[in-house]
């Protein structure tokens, strides 16, 4: 048997443990404390990341499957920020993710965009300039994304959903199965969100 991921894109990276994909590529379902551990030291090597000296460009995930995030109250820093403040663009593409995805110890300044991901936990932000969603799929109730602009295309949200908004909302072509609540990040914001609604097909079945 083959010693490299068997992923049906190319993967040439070695099958983790007695796994049949890589360490990216495999499911996270049984993955414990240690799997978690190395999967971020891993990820942090192949995309030249280090909470010592920051993230200097833009970053593309693609076709990842993500274990939980890690807290950054246990390790020495957080995975996506220098001194918990995230300055580039990050982009996460094709990717599952089989646990809470979880940024509430990051200030991110600049975008966090989703595109063809599957969610099976949360999305937590307390604070963001601008989330983008696109053609994505969330399995589980959505409770702590908070953001100042939110734009979600061609997505489906299984369960409840609750967005904390401080400026715009824009839904086009998004489909909500259960409850659906947009609030405003203060008493005063929530006068003065706007909501858009593109092409009118804001569908809550």
Not at 131 to 159: G, M
Not at 171 to 182: D, G, H, S, T
């Amino acid at each position: 048997m083959s010693e490299t991921c068997n992923r049906r894109q190319k993967c040439e990276k070695t099958r983790y443990l007695e796994r049949e994909k890589c360490i990216f590529h495999c499911d996270k379902l049984n993955f414990d404390a240690n799997d978690i551990q190395q999967f971020w030291h891993q990820l942090r090597d192949e995309y030249n990341i280090s909470g010592v000296y920051g993230i200097n460009q833009d970053k593309v995930f693609e076709g990842i499957s993500f274990p939980k995030f890690q807290n950054a109250h246990r390790y020495p820093f957080n995975f996506f920020s220098n001194n918990n403040r995230l300055e580039r663009i990050f982009t996460f593409k094709k990717c599952v993710f089989f646990d809470d995805v979880d940024f509430t110890n990051v200030q991110i300044n600049r975008n966090i965009i989703f595109e063809e991901c599957v969610f099976y936990g949360d999305l937590k932000t307390n604070t963001a300039n601008e989330i983008e969603i696109k053609n994505c799929e969330f399995k589980k109730e959505i409770t702590a994304l908070r953001c100042k602009n939110l734009n979600i295309s061609n997505s489906k949200f299984i369960n409840n959903v609750l967005f904390i908004v401080g400026k715009e909302v824009k839904l086009i072509q998004a489909v909500f199965r259960k409850k659906f609540e947009i609030r405003g990040s203060s008493i005063l914001e929530s006068r003065y969100v706007k909501l858009s609604l593109i092409n009118q097909f804001l569908l809550i079945i």
